[in-house]
């Protein structure tokens, strides 16, 4: 069992190098510094807007992929935002990994010898290794919830909700933990998860408005479509009608194929 879990770990530090310094522009931190910059120049409702992002994203890393985040992770990243793109890339990898050991401290338990084989068996699933190449703040989320937990256990219900918030920064890695901790009897925990976020709420929509919403709802449209290829990439960046356009034809065409079964 130790040689496969140090074959993995070896796999996947040679497969995070390969991404992190052959490919830093086409990592997803990329899309995220890009629309912390728009955002910042711009406004923040206009790092939805495919017209204003894209464009710039696409000229300098080649990618399409549209912003679909929060804005809560947009307005985090505005530090790392003014700086270099390779300076913040490495200080951006280095606070995940941080965020990983925190996990890993809070919540391993057993013998000194075991704990250390957690976490490298940790480092050695691909998807975690993978995670913390592209930059995605998966971590971020889950040492926010070690914390809650680690905060909870001492009685700090207030700053256990408020570290569970997190979850805000991209809340389909975790969005369920509130729950199953409301079904654990903890209502006031999850009473004020529920205020933190609510305020996290109204700081979006207020900072969006309806336009940046619906644009909003626009990039993660676009991010669902199966294939986006560079002939139709004018699709991807233009104001969205073109896109509504195309939905309405196969709609119909749908509808058509039924009727005339």
Not at 68 to 79: F, G, I
Not at 154 to 175: D, E, G, M, T, Y
Request: glycine share 6%.
């Amino acid at each position: 069992a130790l040689a496969v879990v140090l074959v993995l770990f070896g796999y996947d530090v040679i497969q995070y190098f390969i991404f992190v310094i052959k490919t830093p522009w086409q990592l997803d931190f990329s899309d995220f510094y890009f629309a912390a910059r728009t955002g910042l120049s711009h406004g923040w409702a206009e790092m939805y807007n495919t017209s204003v992002s894209m464009p710039a994203l696409y000229a300098v890393t080649g990618n399409w992929f549209p912003y679909q985040h929060s804005p809560v992770l947009a307005w985090l990243l505005v530090p790392l935002s003014l700086l270099p793109y390779a300076l913040a890339l490495t200080i951006w990898d280095g606070f995940l990994f941080g965020c990983y050991l925190f996990c890993w401290r809070v919540l391993a338990a057993g013998s000194r010898r075991w704990r250390l084989l957690l976490l490298v068996a940790g480092l050695g699933l691909y998807p975690v290794a993978l995670g913390l190449a592209l930059g995605q703040p998966t971590m971020l989320v889950l040492a926010g919830v070690s914390l809650c937990c680690w905060l909870l256990a001492r009685n700090r219900l207030l700053l256990a909700a408020a570290a569970l918030a997190l979850i805000a920064v991209k809340p389909q890695s975790s969005f369920l933990v509130p729950f199953a901790l409301l079904f654990a009897g903890r209502i006031r925990l999850f009473a004020g998860w529920a205020l933190f976020s609510l305020a996290l709420a109204v700081l979006a929509v207020l900072a969006l408005g309806q336009q940046g919403i619906h644009d909003w709802l626009h990039a993660i449209a676009i991010a669902q479509m199966d294939v986006i290829s560079h002939a139709n990439l004018v699709t991807v960046i233009d104001d969205g009608a073109t896109w509504h356009r195309q939905q309405q034809t196969i709609h119909q065409l749908d509808a058509s194929s039924v009727a005339f079964k």
